[in-house]
């Protein structure tokens, strides 16, 4: 049999034909560039900018409505019955309902005084406060501590419990949920619930639940994050530009038009008879706040936002804590929709519009298409039609509008309004691990209830800052720090930059040099705050 060689495959009298492998691969890609790598990456395009119109129109009617409740809306307490809580000489602490505040923890070594003490000050009476702190932790170090801390103000005449349990079953939802079995929860009209980094002012309770005493189709008053951290680090500052975006228009927005937004799982107060008759609290996704919410909403029952009822909190600092609760946050909303989809649809309470606002704005495109466009648009598609010029990419599509959408994302942090571009190369590199997760939540895929509870410093770096850290290997620490991913996409990013450098024409390096850099000190794990030996 005559030998036969791989290049009697190629013909020689093809253009651009050479011997070496360069050159097949070379002429290869010409045969196959035009008729399927050009049209597909053209609809990739037409795909992304349709995205990019969603969630530009979204933004805008968020910026257009937040005008309109800030010029024209009632207050709150204008809105809806109000009437301050007062101390009655005759009836004593009987004016008063009972409240329950659960306070949910997890091996929280460095902040659990924290939720325990502002609780404990709570300006309400004493005998109309059951305080539970639900402790999940694993290190009997930890628990110890915080059973002490608690025998603690129990000593100093607080009704205040210490509850653990056998099992972790269900993370935060079955700690909230098991603590709503007990007894003593029947005498009690209303839970707030603080995360263990949380600490409310004194008049939290006296300012919200008004609201839920004169108004009967409340059912949940949700306060606004305020960050004691968020100046620790460029991180921080990132978060809290998104985050006040979150509060300040969506949340309030949602409130304003529709009494309806998700809940955030702490700093707010529920109608335990709406927990109810929602079903109670469920685990079957990472998101069990914003499970309730929609289950409750479903029901017809009502939520008010009140941004000037503000909680301290603590910001996560270091990028692998925030990684695993972006992933929670993007994940679980993802999934959530998947399982709700048809129950909101088919559900006859409530009104057409307002199932249009939940299935379209609130999940469909605040939850799945931003984080999917950010990162397939700018991070993929983008730069692989700068390696195809004969793809055609708009301007408005690919600068004006996302300046735009920018620009409107601003409004909730204007004194870090100078952070803007950086926040901006920030959220592309986020939107790769959002888009994962929110990916694997529609697919319910093998992390999609992967629960890891975001760490909180408190005073960690001054404690440790003061004693020697310890050793670690260099493979752990490079398994810790490097991420290949980023370092990927910094590679592919930065070959479209040179490309586009040496012969586009739109000066699109600029941006995916500045991108290169972000991913790539992401990459390296050089992003928010480094704990020694941590």
């Given at each position: 049999?005559?030998?036969?060689?791989?290049?009697?495959?190629?013909?020689?009298?093809?253009?651009?034909?050479?011997?070496?492998?360069?050159?097949?691969?070379?002429?290869?890609?010409?045969?196959?560039?035009?008729?399927?790598?050009?049209?597909?990456?053209?609809?990739?395009?037409?795909?992304?900018?349709?995205?990019?119109?969603?969630?530009?129109?979204?933004?805008?009617?968020?910026?257009?409505?937040?005008?309109?409740?800030?010029?024209?809306?009632?207050?709150?307490?204008?809105?809806?019955?109000?009437?301050?809580?007062?101390?009655?000489?005759?009836?004593?602490?009987?004016?008063?309902?009972?409240?329950?505040?659960?306070?949910?923890?997890?091996n929280e070594r460095e902040v659990?005084?924290?939720?325990?003490?502002?609780?404990?000050?709570?300006?309400?009476?004493?005998?109309?406060?059951?305080?539970?702190?639900?402790?999940?932790?694993?290190?009997?170090?930890?628990?110890?501590?915080?059973?002490?801390?608690?025998?603690?103000?129990?000593?100093?005449?607080?009704?205040?419990?210490?509850?653990?349990?056998?099992?972790?079953?269900?993370?935060?939802?079955?700690?909230?949920?098991?603590?709503?079995?007990?007894?003593?929860?029947?005498?009690?009209?209303?839970?707030?619930?603080?995360?263990?980094?949380?600490?409310?002012?004194?008049?939290?309770?006296?300012?919200?639940?008004?609201?839920?005493?004169?108004?009967?189709?409340?059912?949940?008053?949700?306060?606004?994050?305020?960050?004691?951290?968020?100046?620790?680090?460029?991180?921080?500052?990132?978060?809290?530009?998104?985050?006040?975006?979150?509060?300040?228009?969506?949340?309030?927005?949602?409130?304003?038009?529709?009494?309806?937004?998700?809940?955030?799982?702490t700093g707010g107060i529920w109608?335990?008879?709406?927990?109810?008759?929602?079903?109670?609290?469920?685990?079957?996704?990472?998101?069990?706040?914003?499970?309730?919410?929609?289950?409750?909403?479903?029901?017809?029952?009502?939520?008010?936002?009140?941004?000037?009822?503000?909680?301290?909190?603590?910001?996560?600092?270091?990028?692998?804590?925030?990684?695993?609760?972006?992933?929670?946050?993007?994940?679980?909303?993802?999934?959530?929709?998947?399982?709700?989809?048809?129950d909101i649809a088919m559900n006859?309470?409530?009104?057409?519009?307002?199932?249009?606002?939940?299935?379209?704005?609130?999940?469909?495109?605040?939850?799945?298409?931003?984080?999917?466009?950010?990162?397939?648009?700018?991070?993929?598609?983008?730069?692989?039609?700068?390696?195809?010029?004969?793809?055609?990419?708009?301007?408005?599509?690919?600068?004006?509008?996302?300046?735009?959408?920018?620009?409107?994302?601003?409004?909730?942090?204007?004194?870090?309004?100078?952070?803007?571009?950086?926040?901006?190369?920030?959220?592309?590199?986020?939107?790769?691990?959002?888009?994962?997760?929110?990916?694997?939540?529609?697919?319910?895929?093998?992390?999609?209830?992967?629960?890891?509870?975001?760490?909180?410093?408190?005073?960690?770096?001054?404690?440790?800052?003061?004693?020697?850290?310890?050793?670690?290997?260099?493979?752990?620490?490079?398994?810790?720090?490097?991420?290949?991913?980023?370092?990927?996409?910094?590679?592919?990013?930065?070959?479209?930059?040179?490309?586009?450098?040496?012969?586009?024409?739109?000066?699109?390096?600029?941006?995916?040099?500045?991108?290169?850099?972000?991913?790539?000190?992401?990459?390296?794990?050089?992003?928010?705050?480094?704990?020694?030996?941590?």
């Amino acid at each position: 049999m005559a030998e036969v060689s791989a290049n009697s495959f190629i013909p020689e009298s093809l253009p651009g034909y050479s011997g070496d492998i360069a050159g097949q691969f070379g002429m290869l890609w010409e045969l196959i560039k035009v008729p399927l790598i050009v049209p597909l990456l053209q609809l990739c395009v037409y795909i992304c900018l349709a995205m990019s119109i969603m969630v530009f129109m979204e933004r805008l009617y968020m910026g257009v409505v937040i005008v309109l409740v800030k010029m024209f809306w009632k207050k709150p307490e204008k809105r809806y019955n109000f009437e301050p809580m007062k101390d009655d000489l005759e009836m004593g602490s009987a004016a008063f309902p009972m409240v329950l505040v659960q306070i949910p923890m997890f091996n929280e070594r460095e902040v659990y005084k924290i939720s325990i003490g502002a609780a404990c000050n709570l300006s309400w009476p004493a005998d109309r406060l059951v305080i539970q702190v639900l402790d999940d932790s694993t290190d009997l170090g930890i628990k110890d501590m915080v059973e002490k801390e608690c025998m603690r103000w129990a000593s100093k005449g607080l009704n205040i419990t210490y509850q653990i349990r056998e099992s972790r079953g269900g993370y935060k939802a079955g700690a909230l949920k098991e603590g709503l079995k007990r007894d003593y929860v029947k005498e009690c009209e209303y839970v707030v619930i603080f995360d263990a980094d949380f600490r409310p002012e004194p008049d939290f309770l006296r300012r919200s639940i008004p609201f839920l005493i004169h108004n009967r189709d409340i059912a949940l008053v949700q306060g606004r994050w305020r960050f004691v951290n968020s100046d620790e680090c460029l991180l921080t500052r990132m978060q809290e530009m998104s985050l006040d975006y979150h509060f300040t228009v969506e949340q309030e927005v949602g409130s304003a038009t529709h009494a309806f937004f998700g809940f955030n799982g702490t700093g707010g107060i529920w109608r335990i008879a709406a927990i109810n008759e929602a079903g109670g609290w469920k685990d079957r996704t990472t998101v069990e706040d914003m499970d309730l919410a929609v289950r409750a909403g479903l029901k017809g029952w009502k939520f008010l936002y009140l941004g000037d009822l503000q909680v301290k909190s603590e910001l996560p600092s270091t990028f692998k804590a925030f990684r695993f609760q972006q992933h929670r946050w993007s994940c679980g909303p993802a999934n959530l929709f998947r399982k709700m989809m048809m129950d909101i649809a088919m559900n006859k309470k409530v009104t057409l519009y307002k199932k249009f606002y939940v299935i379209y704005s609130f999940f469909f495109v605040r939850k799945i298409i931003a984080h999917m466009f950010t990162f397939v648009f700018y991070c993929v598609v983008l730069p692989l039609t700068i390696l195809v010029p004969e793809v055609h990419v708009p301007k408005w599509g690919a600068i004006y509008l996302p300046c735009i959408i920018t620009l409107l994302n601003s409004v909730g942090t204007p004194r870090s309004f100078h952070l803007l571009f950086y926040w901006v190369l920030f959220e592309n590199v986020m939107s790769f691990h959002r888009t994962k997760a929110t990916i694997i939540g529609l697919l319910e895929a093998k992390r999609v209830n992967e629960w890891v509870v975001t760490e909180k410093l408190g005073d960690t770096l001054k404690n440790k800052s003061k004693s020697s850290a310890p050793k670690r290997s260099l493979s752990k620490f490079i398994g810790d720090r490097v991420l290949v991913h980023e370092l990927g996409f910094a590679v592919l990013l930065f070959v479209s930059g040179c490309y586009d450098f040496l012969y586009g024409k739109n000066y699109y390096f600029v941006y995916l040099f500045l991108q290169t850099i972000t991913f790539t000190i992401a990459g390296f794990g050089y992003i928010g705050t480094i704990v020694p030996g941590n």
